[in-house]
């Protein structure tokens, strides 16, 4: 254990046991008891008010009431840091949990359950949230991963990534990563991904600094939509209030940047016969000729 880390677990132990001896933490870190009282005269040195004391009920202590925020971080720093990983235990797994569980003990304070993520879909099981542990395991220890991606036109390929960053947008989960075989940037949606393990071979390679969009090859339209307002349901919940006008016969425009890619085709023909293009044509042709060829099923 590296000594910062030892130096915090000390002071974490001390503000739980009130007391412990020198031979009690050197048997728990695995060294010795003039290594102890080494770290004990630097947390001394730090402000740390802690202290050794001799006899039959001797032993190492802190100060009564003493709390980490009053040497190092304000009360709001405190409450930033804890609502963050409040917010995102569902995201960081068991480690950064048993953080958030010391943090609360070193600021002495009660973390309200403000919030809840859950990657689950209604009736579903954990393998999405399996997922998210893989890659961002991965992304921590720069492994790179394999697994099976199929793209939004349903073609499988086998892919192997150097994953660099988990990037939420636009209501989904993506991967960003360095494909090996495209030799390039790619967005990969993580419901997309299956089959997915972490390989032993390690990367150095971080982060571009160009834009997501434009570095991943990103093709970005902007989409002018009338949506009736029989789905005036579907339009509050899926656009922001600055995306929407409302007519005066209660219909809906929408002005909206989204991809070019299979997704928005499928995205528009979702709304059946409650959805109209305005613009750009390009786009209204595309459409129009997936609804001509999706009749043809049907004759």
Not at 67 to 81: A, D, G, R
Not at 252 to 281: A, D, M
């Amino acid at each position: 254990m590296q000594v910062n880390n030892r130096l915090f677990e000390i002071v974490y132990i001390l503000m739980q046991k009130k007391k412990i001896t020198a031979k009690e933490l050197a048997d728990r870190f695995e060294v010795s008891t003039r290594t102890i009282y080494r770290d004990i005269e630097i947390l001394s040195r730090a402000n740390i008010p802690i202290y050794s004391s001799k006899g039959k009920d001797g032993g190492i202590r802190l100060l009564e009431e003493y709390v980490l925020n009053k040497t190092i971080l304000s009360e709001e720093e405190q409450n930033q840091i804890l609502f963050a990983l409040q917010g995102m235990r569902k995201v960081v797994g068991q480690d950064e949990k048993r953080t958030l569980e010391k943090l609360s003990t070193l600021f002495n304070k009660k973390v309200d359950n403000w919030i809840k993520i859950d990657f689950s879909n209604w009736g579903k099981d954990n393998t999405q949230k399996e997922r998210f542990d893989i890659i961002k395991t991965a992304i921590l220890n720069k492994n790179k991963i394999e697994f099976t991606y199929y793209n939004s036109n349903g073609n499988k390929s086998k892919r192997i990534v150097e994953p660099l960053q988990i990037w939420f947008k636009d209501k989904s989960w993506y991967l960003i990563s360095y494909c090996k075989l495209k030799e390039d940037y790619r967005i990969f949606k993580i419901a997309r991904i299956k089959e997915i393990k972490i390989l032993e071979e390690h990367f150095k390679r971080n982060l571009p600094e160009e834009p997501k969009e434009e570095k991943c090859n990103l093709k970005i339209i902007s989409l002018e939509l009338e949506i009736s307002r029989e789905m005036a349901f579907r339009v509050y919940d899926e656009f922001e209030s600055s995306e929407i006008t409302k007519n005066q016969d209660g219909n809906f425009i929408i002005k909206v940047e989204y991809p070019e890619n299979e997704w928005i085709y499928s995205y528009i023909l979702s709304f059946g016969e409650y959805i109209k293009i305005r613009s750009p044509e390009i786009i209204k042709n595309i459409v129009k000729s997936k609804l001509e060829k999706t009749l043809k099923n049907f004759l």
